[in-house]
């Protein structure tokens, strides 16, 4: 992404906050809220000469927030709305939102620990099960599948609730066990600047009931019928989360029927370096576009944002030149502008 945005001819710094897992310590700054300024090895950086910031993160979301927040005080451009993104981290708040905004998903009860007695736990479970030959239980916070778990039993639902409170969670999701088929499949589907570009096809390998990469799982690229199906709506669960700059969007199909989708969540940090390393689509290239567009927006200069990969259509796809259709839509912007990162 650093690359990508200084070969548009902008200035790019990282400023690694302390603790962040994997830390390099070249790159780490001391960020002085107070003050509005960052300093290393007698280096100082005032934060308000940044036009813009995108936030990247690794296990340590809440502390990015607190961060990005800072500069979003400052009048600085976020790259994905810091509020609303703080929120969709906890599948409890984005259940809500998605309910709220008419988004596709699974039959879904969200519910926090501080709201729920637990001696009413066990009944909660019994009467969403009831009927159910299978369900899902997802813990609040966790990420690529970890905390997502299928019981047929309300009883043992209930014991890995309850370590999950144990071990510091704040609430938990009952979701509908939606099949897709013989072998778990799912469709990752990108949206940059507002709009889909690309999308891969996610199969597991073996009789797991996710098909997360990370467990294993196999991809494909979508081609553009197959897109513009998936569209509309992943484009509403990315708008209702905040995420028009760059979001990744999680959806299943209903092998019963195969017209109806389901969104299961959408993620700020999509997933980039399988799309990039894998599949070879400049996705990062697009990104760093979108982000440039949304800072010149704010900053009152012309943008290119409506036409953005333009003119072959809105969307990437298996019949499109990547880079074509990229070079046609990007303009440069004045290489003054300074990026956080």
Same mark, same amino acid.
């Given at each position: 992404?650093?690359?990508?945005?200084?070969?548009?001819?902008?200035?790019?710094?990282?400023?690694?906050?302390?603790? $962040?897992?994997?830390?390099?310590?070249?790159?780490?700054?001391?960020?002085?809220? $107070?003050?509005? *300024?960052?300093?290393?090895?007698?280096?100082?950086?005032?934060?308000?000469?940044?036009?813009?910031?995108?936030?990247?993160?690794?296990?340590?979301?809440? *502390?990015?927030?607190?961060?990005?927040?800072?500069?979003?005080?400052?009048?600085?451009?976020?790259?994905?709305? *810091?509020?609303?993104?703080?929120?969709?981290?906890?599948?409890?708040?984005?259940?809500?939102?998605?309910?709220?905004?008419?988004?596709?998903?699974?039959?879904? $009860?969200?519910?926090?620990?501080?709201?729920?007695?637990?001696?009413?736990?066990?009944?909660?479970?019994?009467?969403?099960?009831?009927?159910?030959?299978?369900?899902?239980?997802?813990?609040?916070?966790?990420?690529?599948?970890?905390?997502?778990?299928?019981?047929?039993?309300?009883?043992?639902?209930?014991?890995? *609730?309850?370590?999950?409170?144990?071990?510091?969670?704040?609430?938990?999701?009952?979701?509908?066990?939606?099949?897709?088929?013989?072998?778990?499949?799912?469709?990752?589907?990108?949206?940059?600047?507002?709009?889909?570009?690309?999308?891969?096809?996610?199969?597991?390998?073996?009789?797991?009931?996710?098909?997360?990469?990370?467990?294993?799982?196999?991809?494909?690229?979508?081609?553009?019928?197959?897109?513009?199906?998936?569209?509309?709506?992943?484009?509403?669960?990315?708008?209702?989360?905040?995420?028009?700059?760059?979001?990744?969007?999680?959806?299943?199909?209903?092998?019963?029927?195969?017209?109806?989708?389901?969104?299961?969540?959408?993620?700020?940090?999509?997933?980039?370096?399988?799309?990039?390393?894998?599949?070879?689509?400049?996705?990062?290239?697009?990104?760093?576009?979108?982000?440039?567009?949304?800072?010149?927006?704010?900053?009152?200069?012309?943008?290119?944002?409506?036409?953005?990969?333009?003119?072959?259509?809105?969307?990437?796809?298996?019949?499109?030149?990547?880079?074509?259709?990229?070079?046609?839509?990007?303009?440069?912007?004045?290489?003054?502008?300074?990026?956080?990162?």
């Amino acid at each position: 992404m650093k690359k990508a945005l200084e070969d548009k001819g902008h200035k790019v710094t990282l400023l690694q906050y302390p603790n $962040e897992r994997a830390t390099d310590e070249k790159l780490s700054w001391n960020i002085d809220i $107070e003050r509005g *300024i960052a300093t290393r090895n007698g280096k100082q950086l005032i934060l308000k000469d940044f036009d813009g910031v995108m936030v990247r993160s690794w296990g340590t979301a809440a *502390i990015a927030a607190e961060y990005a927040k800072v500069f979003e005080k400052l009048g600085i451009t976020i790259a994905n709305d *810091i509020d609303k993104t703080t929120k969709s981290n906890s599948k409890v708040a984005t259940t809500k939102i998605f309910q709220d905004a008419n988004v596709s998903m699974p039959y879904t $009860e969200a519910y926090l620990f501080s709201e729920l007695k637990e001696n009413d736990l066990l009944e909660k479970i019994k009467a969403f099960a009831k009927g159910k030959e299978l369900f899902v239980v997802k813990s609040a916070y966790g990420t690529r599948g970890e905390k997502v778990q299928f019981f047929d039993d309300p009883e043992k639902a209930k014991s890995f *609730i309850v370590s999950e409170k144990q071990a510091n969670q704040k609430g938990f999701v009952l979701q509908d066990f939606c099949n897709t088929g013989k072998k778990a499949s799912s469709y990752r589907v990108l949206v940059v600047g507002g709009k889909v570009v690309v999308g891969m096809e996610l199969t597991s390998t073996d009789d797991k009931l996710i098909s997360n990469v990370s467990a294993g799982g196999t991809t494909r690229l979508l081609g553009k019928e197959e897109l513009d199906e998936l569209q509309s709506v992943a484009a509403r669960a990315a708008v209702a989360l905040g995420m028009e700059c760059c979001s990744g969007v999680d959806i299943i199909r209903n092998a019963y029927n195969k017209k109806e989708l389901f969104v299961l969540e959408a993620n700020d940090g999509p997933g980039i370096s399988t799309i990039v390393d894998k599949h070879g689509i400049p996705l990062h290239e697009w990104v760093a576009e979108a982000f440039v567009q949304k800072v010149l927006k704010n900053l009152g200069q012309k943008t290119n944002l409506n036409n953005f990969l333009a003119p072959t259509g809105n969307r990437v796809n298996n019949d499109t030149n990547p880079s074509h259709a990229l070079a046609k839509a990007v303009t440069r912007s004045p290489s003054k502008s300074r990026l956080g990162r």
